[in-house]
């Protein structure tokens, strides 16, 4: 007998991408990644490496630990954004209205399939994503070259044009094995 279809793993391809320069951005970074496993009607399919990058925008602030992960979810958008943000919060994330400042974590959704999205609070894709060479380059890691970012081109003809930022970054050797795998908390998501 065959499984009905709503059993199968849930259908957009998202891909996140993930920003930290405060308060151990590495250890911010792989906990996000955790949390992003537990999400509902979502399973985490991909993860890049971790990068060290230097900070765009204000340059008085740390370097910044960036990767992109790819989740396949059946959360509407504005759900995701939700649980992203709760995600930030639990990371003790401040919004002190400087933009492009300092942070503990941000959590930004790059792609949501092939939408285009303008809403008030949500703009997929997003709107810089396609310059900055801290979220082409780890999402190159896990997505194929031909990718198309809607209304912006292939992502390797995208990634060409700031090759040099991407030489810059260094690409942080994998962690090793824990220990012990820590049990992780179920959370609870209030959606
Ligand atoms: N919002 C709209 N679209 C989205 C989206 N696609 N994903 C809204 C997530 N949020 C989205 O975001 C402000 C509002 O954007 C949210 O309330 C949401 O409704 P925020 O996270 O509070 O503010 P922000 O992150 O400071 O602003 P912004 O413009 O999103 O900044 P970016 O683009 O995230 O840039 N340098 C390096 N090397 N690495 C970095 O990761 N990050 C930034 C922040 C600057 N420089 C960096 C890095
Ligand atoms: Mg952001």
């Known amino acids: 007998m065959t499984e009905p279809l709503a059993m199968t793993t849930p259908g957009v391809q998202v891909y ?4 930290a320069n405060l308060a151990d951005p590495r ?7 955790l949390e992003l496993r ?3 009607e979502s399973e985490l399919m991909a993860v890049s490496s971790l990068y060290q990058t230097a900070p765009v925008g204000p340059a008085d602030q740390p370097d910044f630990i960036n990767a992109v992960a790819r989740l396949d979810t059946g959360l509407e958008p504005l759900m995701l954004l939700a649980a992203l943000q709760q995600i930030e919060r639990r990371h003790g994330r401040i919004r002190n209205g400087q933009r492009w400042g300092p942070r503990t974590l941000d959590l930004d959704i ?4 092939e939408q285009v999205l303008r809403l008030p609070n949500l703009c997929v894709p997003h709107p810089q994503m396609h310059a900055r ?3 082409l380059g780890p999402l190159a890691e896990i997505a194929a070259p ?14 060409a044009a700031v090759a040099e930022d991407a ?23 209030s959606l």
């Open 16 to 19: 996140i991408g993930l920003g």
């Open 27 to 33: 250890r911010q970074v792989e906990q996000a990644l």
């Open 38 to 40: 537990t999400l509902p």
């Open 110 to 113: 790059l792609l949501v399939g």
């Open 133 to 135: 060479a801290f979220v």
């Open 146 to 159: 031909w990718l198309e970012i809607p209304g912006r081109g292939r992502l390797e003809e995208l990634l």
């Open 167 to 189: 030489a810059a970054m260094t690409r942080l050797p994998a962690a090793e094995p824990a220990p012990h795998i820590p049990t992780m908390k179920a959370h609870t998501w």
